[in-house]
Every structure is written in C-alpha cells, then in structure tokens.
C-alpha cells in the first residue's frame, strides 16, 4: 500500500531531500487549487470545461457529456468521475431529466421566462439532492465526491447532483470478532453503509453525527457519532477539537485517526477501541461513548475506553449473566496466563524450585537433563518461533497455510523437544501462553501482552518473582498514569467508583445494571426502571 | 506542589499500605512478646495521637506540604534548615527501608543475586511511579489496597485450614505486667510504624475535600493497627514465643508452615508479594515525603526530584552499614529512639506550640 512521504522533508541523504524539495513543490502547485479556489467559474463553458481538463492533469476516467438543452438552445456539459459514479443514477439525471424531459416542458417555461439554470435546478427531480456550485473548489469538490456536476454556457454556476455510487463490499460477517449468538452483520468500507447499521438500531432523534473531512489530499469522510443527552458535552468538544486539529495529507484506515488523537503515543496499551461490529458501537453510544466513523475502513473507533472495556465481549450482554460472568472471569485469568505464563516458569525453574512439588520437580528435571540453554533463552526461543509461526499465519496465502501449520506443530513442537533443544515442558508452557493470549477478545490488547510478556520473561529471568512482582508494578503504575479522553484507564478501580463495579470484572445481570458507566460526567446516568427482577407469577389454584 | 487532587479511598490506601508496610513481616517490640498484639493496640493509640496533630497543622495549612508549613511557621532561614534536616531524614529513613526489605528478600530466598540489584530494582519501580505524580502513586495504591486485602484473607484461610494455630501460645498474658507491654508500645511501636506518618503530611494537601483528611486518616490508622496486631498474634500463636521473638521474618516462616492436605503448601510466594508490596508503597511515599520537601527547598518541580532522590536513596541504603547486624544495631539505637520521634513527634509538636503562640501575638497586635 502507498503510503505518500512525498510532503515530509526528509534529510538523511542530502540527493535525496533535493529530489523531495522538488516533490514538495509539486505538492504545493496542486494545493494551491484548493487554496486560491474560491475563484469564481467562467461564464464561458469551453474556458470552463479546459480548466477542469487541465487541473485534472487529463485524467482518462473524466467524463466529459456535451449536449443541447431542447428549446432553450443552450450548450451544457455534465462532468462527472466515471468511476465515483452510479451509472445508473447519471443516465437518470441526464438522459432522462434534462434532455429528453426539457425536451417535453421547455416551451411552457420559455413563456413563463424561467431561466435554463433554474429550470434545470428545479426540474432535475430524479436526484435526491442538488446544489449550486460557484467556485472551482466546491467544482472539483463535488466532482471527486461523485456527484455530476452540468455546467451551462453563459452561466458562471454549475448543478451538481448527488450521483455518488460504485462498488462497495456488501455487509458481511464482521472476521475479526465474531460471536456465535448476537447479530451477524459487520461494518463495510463505505462510510454511509456503516452509518446507516448503527441508525438502524439506534432510532432516536438524539442520535447525532457530526461530518468533517480530514486529509489535504485524501479529503477522507470522517462522521462523530454520539448520543445528546446521554453523552458529556465536554467529552464531543474534546473529540471534536482533536480532530480538526489534524493536518496531514492523507487518512487511510481509522489507526491514521486513533494515532493522531489519542492521549498517549509511548504506550503499549490502546486507549480507544476499534470495532467491526454494528451492535457493540451501539451499546457503546449508549453508554455516553463517543465512535468515530472514518471512510473506507470497517472499523470504527470508540473513546473513551477503559482498561477493563476490553475484556467485555458484546456475546456477555447477549447471554445469561451467569455465563457471561463466568467467561469473562475465563477471560482475565487467560489475559494473566498470556502475559505470566512463561515468566513464572522461568521463575519457579530457575530461582524458586522449593515451590514446586517435589515429584514434579524431579519429572521437570529429567526433561531438563539433555538441554544446554538455561530456562530463560529455551523460552525466548519458543516464545519468538511462535510470534513468527503466528505472524507467518496472518499473511501468508490461504493456500499454504496447511504447510505452514504442519511445520510448526511436528518440526518446531515435536522434533525440538526429540533433539534435546528444549524441554517437553517449555512446549507446553508456550502453546498454554500462545492460546490464553487469543481468548483476549480485543486485538488490539492482545498484541500489547505480546509485547509486555518478553520484558517481562527478562526481569523473571534476572530475580525471579521479585522481578515480576517489580515490574507488574511498574506496569499497573503505567495503567494507573493513561488517560482516555480525559477518563482514567483504570476507572472504575483507580479510582474507586462502587457503581460502576457491576460491569468492570463483576457482571451483574442486567436489571442490576440500573446505570451507565460514569465517563466524565454524571449526566442522565439512569439506565432503566428499578425493580425489574423476574419474580414467578401468582401461583396457579 | 504539583496540580493533582486525590480522593479519600485514595488517602485511606495510602496510610493503610504505608503503615502495613514492612510492619506486618518484621517483629515488632521485641521486650512483650506475648503481648505484643496488645501493645501494637495502645500504640495505635498513640499513633492516633500523632495523626491529629498532623491533621491540625494541615487544617490550619489547608494548601501547603510540610516543608511549606515548616517555613511558615519558622521563618524562611530556620524553616529552610529544618527542611534540610528533615529532607536528609527522609532519605536517610526511606534508604532504612529499602535496605531491610532488600536484605529479608535475600535471606528469603535470593541468597544469590546480590543486594544492589535487589535495592536497585525496587528504586527503579519507585522512581517510575512516582515520576508519573501523586495521582498515580495513589491511583496505584488503591489496585493494590485490593491485591494486598485478598492475599491476606486467602493467607488467612489457608493458616485457618492448615490447622497449626495454637491460641495457648498466647499465653501467659502479661507474664511481666503491663510495664513492658507499655514499654514496647511507647516509644517503640509508636515510632515504627506509626510514627512515620509525618510523611503523609506531604500528601494531605492534594486532598480534594480537606475535611476528609482527619476522618479517612483515623480509620486507615485504625484499620491497619487491628490488621497488625492480629497478624503478629497468629504469628504468636503459629510459631510460639520463642522462634518468634527469634526470628528476622516470622511471617514467612509462619507461611512455610501451610499445609493443607499435603496440597496446598509453599505459599512463600504470598509472604514474598506481600513484602514486596509493603515495601514499594512504604518507600515510594516515604520518598514521596523527600521529593515533596527537596522540591520546596530548591524550587523544582516535584517528579523531576524522583531521579536524584531515588538515586541517593539507593547509594544510601548500601552505604548505611557493612552488614546485617550492624544495621540492626544502629536501627534499634538510633531511628526508633532518637530520629523518628524527633521529626515524627517532637517536631510537629514544636511547631502547633510556635504556631500557638504565633497566632496568639497576631491576634493582640
């Protein structure tokens, strides 16, 4: 994938920041078209539709459509991107509504001494909506957005008329979270798809989005999605000022946007959410979150988050509270084996044998007779083999993922174990840790444990559990110092806060559930009526 | 000060961990060792006292730490020499803490790996959170208040089913009567642990709503005082009066003793973290106290002291003493007798009577 460099002044070799200088003028001449456009069109329609050629450097897919508009005799060009555009919509807009029915109607307006502009701005009712544009910017704009634009000789305006279409990925099951009871449906690229699934399910008048464009020259569609009344105001604000105050060139996947405006880069914990599903983004809203919809992505991104928000699976709220409970603790204790898992091994081997029973202790030993590594290099060795083998099964071909998979179990796991590499027990510990770290519901957390548990391995290593014990503290002091927009990451244990206990590790079932999380304000914080327990109905005589 | 506001669980984690701290490993008044439970009660006591007259400074003080006060209260030239006493009292009693807990964990299990490195990672972890400001080293007692509680109750359980509780180790109680039971409590127990609670005397005025402070200080004193005094009498009970007046570590060797069902045994781990934890948290605000007060006296900001302060703590407590011994022998001359009731009691006392006084002149002219 491209990712454009060209704007940034990049000076490790000197030939090279000559030839990006050059770039960066470049850059400089095909902005200054959005920057000094507010220069009116000319009246003239030849003049107009050589400039639109030449500022589009002639591209092939610029459809250029003369034709005669019937009785007023005039000459007029519809512009449009073939490729933005739905065919349909524009044969439509053009064919039917301004040549063949100005054909019909122009004599009756001619009498009446209606203009050929507003006549065609009043008449053009196949289109759902219509502007007037008057500069080259909303021109090209409005071009690049997919509408068709008709331009007029003798007029300095154009229509445009919304035509946007093309082709988009049809709504499918969301791949990276899926759940086995809950709907099936995820988000696509297209940002008005996306939209339109939370709208679906939230069909409040309260349910406000906010629309901006980010990007000099992606000009990407980015939607604020939030609840009035449920959400802070202060908590919109923040959002909104963060992300106007982005300037870059281009926004290509919503991790361009979680970059720029999230509270702390030097992290290896998120602290905004991304999701693929349409009914997690609704639970969020409507428990005062913010979710930020950006064009050409799945996912959506929700702040503020907390720490604790990324063990909840969407699936806990669908089942029976016990269960949900129950897996969610599953949840936690699999998070502390991912991270701990090698590390107290490492641990208990090397500095702490007295903990482990005897009988065990003897077994460990046999394994450990023929290896030559101490404890500490044989699981950096596994602990990378497996990164490897998981990162290699991510992008690899679909094809040769058997290949992949037959390696890894026979020749990493049985063989090393056979040539007396590592121990049979390091294996184990490994694949225990590889597995725990996939029940991590979130991703994105997942990954941070990844990273964290070799630093950790390094301190168990150098101390033994003193170490781990050390540096869990630093970690939970490196949890308790993040900010989420403005929400502690650890809330709502640090600090404290007792009503928010009944979604954090605890899951209460939801008539106990009587409010939502307190985020940074204590606004309509009632989620429903009390006394909603099931009780058995009167007794049958 | 740094801008940072902390709530009352917050302050109540604090002063509990603090004051759990290294006391609930360590023998504590060693001269009633039957009754020791009884004297770490009146020295609570005692300790309650203490917290008052803290209070009662930071009340009349409601926005300034301890050196801010000091200087109020003295004058700029006296307070600042004061200042400096105290900062090098802090540092010397902070690197007193970091040396006891580094030398316990070696003799518990890292008869191996040098002290220094021992030290140097816990100042590390020390100097990392509280970099982060005052929010944080609270934010991080209060996950930890949690941890501590539940390895305590499931340490308890364990001691409970392991069946080696003997209340007649308990007895005779007051073989010698009350004298040395007081003996032990004042000034001894009263010093450590509860006398150096003048440190939290930096951390009140971030309190967001001032008149919690007294309150949330009293129960903290309270809820730690009866955790102490019925650990050390398990311990009692666990070990009988001879190992445990004996011995460096009887919280640990009580836990070696855990044997359910020839199942559930070396819990040595529990004891371990709880140490480790005690031992963070008494160190961490105990530099807290001298970041707060060399922050003062030099103009700096106070995360930027976490650096040096922590450095010199740590060079300090290798340098305190050649071994062990020594360093037990000084701790039993010089800090419980002498330094700690100087700067945890004599100290505030002195400076409530010239603020008094202070107040008083003022009133009449």
Redesign the interface.
């Known amino acids: 994938m491209g990712i454009p460099f060209g704007g940034y002044p990049m000076s490790f070799f000197r030939n090279e920041s000559k030839k990006n200088k050059k770039q960066s003028h470049d850059q400089n001449e095909n902005t200054d078209l959005r920057k000094s456009g507010n220069i009116p069109l000319y009246s003239d329609l030849n003049a107009n539709l050589d400039k639109i050629k030449s500022e589009l450097g002639n591209s092939s897919d610029l459809i250029i459509r003369h034709f005669e508009l019937g009785s007023f005799q005039a000459q007029a060009a519809a512009v449009f991107v073939d490729t933005l555009i739905d065919n349909k919509l524009v044969d439509e807009f053009i064919l039917g509504s301004l040549m063949i029915n100005t054909a019909q109607e122009s004599h009756n307006n001619i009498e009446a001494d209606k203009s050929v502009f507003d006549f065609i701005k009043d008449n053009a009712r196949t289109i759902r909506e219509v502007q007037v544009v008057t500069s080259w910017n909303e021109l090209i704009m409005s071009v690049f957005s997919g509408d068709t634009v008709i331009l007029i000789d003798g007029w300095a305006q154009g229509i445009s008329g919304s035509t946007r279409g093309g082709e988009f990925r049809s709504i499918t099951e969301s791949s990276s979270q899926v759940v086995i009871r809950g709907p099936k449906d995820g988000f696509t690229e297209s940002i008005s798809t996306n939209i339109s699934l939370v709208r679906r399910r939230i069909k409040s008048p309260n349910l406000w989005l906010e629309h901006m464009k980010i990007g000099d020259v992606t000009q990407t569609d980015i939607g604020i999605m939030y609840i009035k009344g449920i959400v802070n105001d202060k908590l919109v604000k923040e959002v909104k000022d963060r992300l106007q105050a982005i300037e870059i060139d281009a926004i290509l996947e919503s991790g361009y946007i979680e970059d720029l405006i999230q509270d702390e880069t030097f992290t290896p914990f998120p602290t905004m959410l991304n999701t693929e599903r349409p009914d997690s983004v609704a639970g969020n809203l409507l428990e005062g979150r913010v979710a930020i919809f950006i064009d050409g992505t799945p996912f959506v991104l929700v702040a503020p988050t907390t720490f604790f928000s990324y063990f909840q699976s969407v699936e806990d709220y669908y089942q029976r509270f016990d269960i949900g409970f129950a897996i969610r603790l599953l949840r936690y204790l699999a998070f502390f084996i991912s991270l701990l898992g090698p590390s107290i091994y490492i641990a208990a081997i090397t500095?702490?044998q007295?903990?482990i029973p005897t009988a065990l202790l003897i077994s460990l030993a046999a394994q450990r007779d023929g290896v030559p590594f101490p404890a500490f290099v044989e699981a950096v060795m596994m602990e990378i083999t497996f990164e490897i083998l998981r990162e290699a099964g991510v992008r690899m071909p679909r094809a040769i993922g058997q290949a992949v998979s037959i390696v890894g179990a026979l020749v990493l796991g049985q063989a090393a174990v056979q040539a007396g590499i590592i121990s049979a027990a390091m294996v184990i510990v490994v694949a225990i840790t590889g597995i725990a770290s996939f029940a991590v519901p979130v991703f994105n957390l997942a990954i941070s444990v990844r990273l964290l548990r070799f630093l950790i391995m390094v301190?168990a290593a150098?101390?033994?559990?003193?170490?781990i014990?050390?540096?869990m503290?630093?970690i939970?002091?490196?949890l308790?110092?993040l900010r989420s927009f403005g929400v502690?990451y650890?809330a709502p244990?640090?600090?404290?806060n007792l009503p928010d206990q009944d979604d954090a590790i605890l899951h209460f079932p939801l008539w106990a559930r009587l409010t939502r999380p307190h985020l940074t304000g204590k606004k309509n914080n009632k989620r429903m009526k009390n006394h909603l327990a099931p009780t058995p109905g009167p007794e049958e005589k | 000060m740094e801008k940072a506001r902390i709530?009352a669980?917050?302050l109540f984690a604090m002063i509990f961990l603090f004051e759990i701290g290294t006391a609930i490993v360590l023998p504590v008044g060693f001269a009633s060792v039957q009754s020791v439970w009884m004297a770490i009660l009146i020295a609570l006591v005692f300790g309650i006292g203490l917290y008052l007259i803290y209070d009662y400074l930071y009340r009349e003080y409601p926005n300034l730490p301890l050196s801010g006060y000091i200087k109020a209260i003295l004058g700029k030239p006296i307070g600042w020499v004061v200042n400096l006493s105290l900062l090098l009292f802090l540092i010397h009693n902070d690197a007193r803490v970091l040396r006891e807990t580094s030398e316990l964990?070696v003799t518990a299990?890292?008869d191996m790996?040098p002290l220094i490195?021992?030290s140097a990672?816990?100042i590390?972890?020390v100097i990392?959170?509280l970099s982060?400001?005052v929010e944080?080293?609270?934010?991080?007692a209060?996950?930890?208040f949690?941890i501590f509680l539940f390895l305590g109750l499931l340490g308890f359980i364990f001691i409970l089913f392991s069946n080696i509780i003997e209340i007649k180790n308990l007895f005779p109680l007051l073989s010698k009567g009350w004298k040395p039971v007081f003996q032990a409590a004042f000034p001894r127990i009263t010093m450590f642990p509860f006398g150096e609670t003048i440190s939290i005397a930096t951390i009140l005025p971030y309190l967001k709503k001032s008149v919690t402070g007294r309150k949330t200080g009293i129960f903290a004193l309270i809820a730690s005082g009866l955790i102490l005094s019925f650990s050390h009498a398990i311990e009692i009970c666990v070990l009988g009066p001879d190992i445990y007046a004996r011995s460096t570590f009887p919280l640990f060797l009580m836990i070696t003793r855990v044997n359910i069902a020839d199942f559930v045994q070396?819990m040595?781990?529990f004891v371990?973290?709880a140490l480790?934890?005690g031992a963070?948290f008494k160190c961490a605000i105990h530099m807290y106290a001298a970041m707060s007060v060399a922050a003062d006296m030099f103009h700096m900001e106070i995360r930027k002291m976490a650096l040096p302060v922590g450095i010199t703590i740590l060079v300090a407590s290798i340098m305190l003493a050649s071994n062990w011994a020594q360093f037990l022998a000084m701790g039993k001359e010089v800090i419980t007798s002498i330094l700690i009731p100087i700067y945890g009691m004599y100290l505030p006392i002195f400076l409530v009577i010239v603020h008094l006084i202070r107040k008083r002149l003022f009133k009449k002219s």
């Open positions: 500095f702490h007295e903990m301190f150098s101390t033994g559990f003193y170490g014990a050390i540096i503290i630093m939970i002091g490196h308790c110092s502690p650890m244990f640090a600090p404290f | 709530n669980n917050q964990l299990s890292y790996t490195v021992i990672l816990m590390v972890a990392y959170v982060k400001g944080v080293i609270a934010r991080v209060e996950i930890y949690l070396r040595d781990a371990i973290l480790i934890i963070f």
